[in-house]
């Protein structure tokens, strides 16, 4: 050994580097990565659609994200106190007359049967004149009870009313949404359905929650005539840019502006 040199030493010694490695290709050559199962991969691949879907909602409604009370709250702006006022009594006058009476009533019976209490020389007259102010207390506080009720449950058309008064007008560069169009924008919005866009493609007009999710839309199918619905909206979205995003309280305030004619 003592005839080798330094370099032929390093090369027979079985604990160098090089030896080493001369004698683990087989091991290194068995070794396989851990790879993502479907599953997983399938969960990776809708997270992802989801962020990049949530950045294109967001980039689409920049400063026109919206919530169910901010719209609601726009709307009955935008409809004014007079008109709101004006629809009621239009509806419901008499439920309101009735509950005045009922409540006028009401108080002044039951004034009537205190006084009655107090009167400790009860006889059969007074006794009879108990009984029917019961009756009568009974019979207001029930008619005020229904008349609340009846207000309660009116579906009121504000949006007729409004539109309908004669000084209604709105400006030539504005989108002109008719009645029957406004009204059942504003039934989405009551049930969280806050925007909408004209699907081009698909000829239909979607409406969309706050997550972007479509969840219904309206077909344009060929309209009756200008009374039909069918008409009415297709010549909403005649006057929307298509693809665009837009929240139904402001088409229904007359905030959208036309689309630039082609």
């Excluded at 399938?42 to 169910?68: C, F, H, N, P």
């Excluded at 709307?75 to 009594?89: A, P």
């Excluded at 029917?132 to 949006?159: E, Q, R, W």
Aim: glycine share 6%; with cysteine.
């Amino acid at each position: 050994m003592t005839g080798l040199t330094q370099e032929e030493q390093k090369r027979n010694s079985p604990f160098t580097l090089e030896a080493i490695l001369e004698e683990e290709p087989e091991a290194n050559n068995s070794y396989i990565n851990d790879a993502l199962p479907f599953d997983k991969c399938l969960k990776a691949d809708t997270q992802v659609e989801e962020a990049e879907r949530k950045k294109e909602l967001s980039r689409q409604l920049g400063t026109a994200r919206t919530t169910a009370d901010q719209s609601k709250k726009e709307i009955r702006e935008w409809l004014g106190t007079s008109v709101i006022i004006k629809t009621i009594l239009k509806l419901d006058f008499l439920e309101l007359i009735g509950i005045a009476i009922s409540v006028g009533g009401t108080v002044g019976l039951w004034n009537l049967w205190l006084n009655h209490l107090n009167n400790t020389d009860y006889t059969p007259i007074l006794l009879l004149r108990g009984i029917c102010l019961t009756i009568f207390i009974g019979m207001l506080m029930t008619m005020g009870v229904y008349s609340l009720f009846s207000i309660a449950t009116t579906k009121y058309n504000f949006i007729t009313t409004k539109m309908n008064g004669k000084d209604y007008l709105i400006k030539e560069d504005i989108v002109d949404c008719p009645i029957a169009a406004k009204e059942m924008l504003l039934s989405h919005i009551e049930a969280d359905e806050l925007y909408g866009k004209v699907n081009k493609e698909r000829k239909r007009f979607e409406w969309l929650k706050n997550d972007g999710e479509c969840d219904h839309y309206w077909n344009f199918d060929k309209p009756k005539d200008k009374n039909d619905i069918e008409y009415q909206m297709k010549y909403l979205a005649d006057q929307l840019e298509a693809g665009k995003m837009y929240r139904l309280s402001d088409i229904i305030t007359d905030k959208v502006k036309k689309k630039v004619s082609q």
